[in-house]
T-cell receptor, first 115, second 109 residues
Framework: DGGITQSPKYLFRKEGQNVTLSCEQN?????MYWYRQDPGQGLRLIYY???????QKGDIAEGYSVSREKKESFPLTVTSAQKNPTAFYLC??????????????FGSGTRLTVV | QKEVEQNSGPLSVPEGAIASLNCTYS??????FFWYRQYSGKSPELIMS????GDKEDGRFTAQLNKASQYVSLLIRDSQPSDSATYLC?????????FGTGTRLLVSP
């Protein structure tokens, strides 16, 4: 079955450490996105990528970095510069070839906790 | 002004009633609009999309769009306890979706 796989599901990090969240899709989608969700809040866009080797900052990119070396993969690194990284992180993808009526497909998310 | 405004709720309705969820947006260039349902601790799932003014029906769900008023709504008929979740409104802004904070719906048996 096609879908988006995020790993790990739960992640604990010590303050001052960088950590990388994995996102892999086998949907052959061109565009991929990373969102952050805090309790009681909506989804805020961190980074997105429309094609391989290209990505753009979203609304809250500070303290995060991404790469898009392969179409299937869009890993997110949470750096030590991110002041409050504890949150639920969601990866999504969309086929750019489809019309504007198509939404995103989401992964199951990674819950990051800084200890 | 936030890009997408939703009442956070909770909106409480009895089983079998109609639940009405509302959303206003600020970007006039938004072309299409999506409603996602998110259960606690889970990822959002797409339930409706709409891009033309008027109503679009899909089973128990009806999305309504008024671009002139920058308003989109979701009606859920015959609400069930399993509909209890947070509903996120998401207008498309060029290449990305912008999400509202969501409305929490509680359907009591």
């Amino acid at each position: 079955d096609g879908g988006i796989t995020q790993s790990p599901k739960y992640l604990f990090r010590k303050e001052g450490q960088n950590v990388t969240l994995s996102c892999e899709q086998n949907l052959n989608h061109d565009a991929m996105y990373w969102y952050r969700q805090d309790p009681g809040q909506g989804l805020r866009l961190i980074y997105y990528s429309q094609i391989v080797n290209d990505f753009q900052k979203g609304d809250i990119a500070e303290g995060y970095s991404v790469s898009r070396e392969k179409k299937e993969s869009f890993p997110l690194t949470v750096t030590s510069a991110q002041k409050n990284p504890t949150a639920f992180y969601l990866c999504a993808s969309r086929d750019r070839g489809t019309g504007v009526n198509y939404g995103y497909t989401f992964g199951s998310g990674t819950r990051l906790t800084v200890v | 002004q936030k890009e997408v405004e939703q009442n956070s709720g909770p909106l409480s309705v009895p089983e079998g009633a109609i639940a009405s969820l509302n959303c206003t947006y600020s970007d006039r260039v938004s072309q299409s609009f999506f409603w996602y349902r998110q259960y606690s601790g889970k990822s959002p799932e797409l339930i409706m999309s709409i891009y033309s003014n008027g109503d679009k029906e899909d089973g128990r769900f009806t999305a309504q769009l008024n671009k002139a008023s920058q308003y989109v709504s979701l009606l859920i008929r015959d609400s069930q306890p399993s509909d209890s979740a947070t509903y996120l409104c998401a207008p498309r802004n060029f290449q990305k979706l912008v999400f509202g904070t969501g409305t929490r719906l509680l359907v009591s048996p």
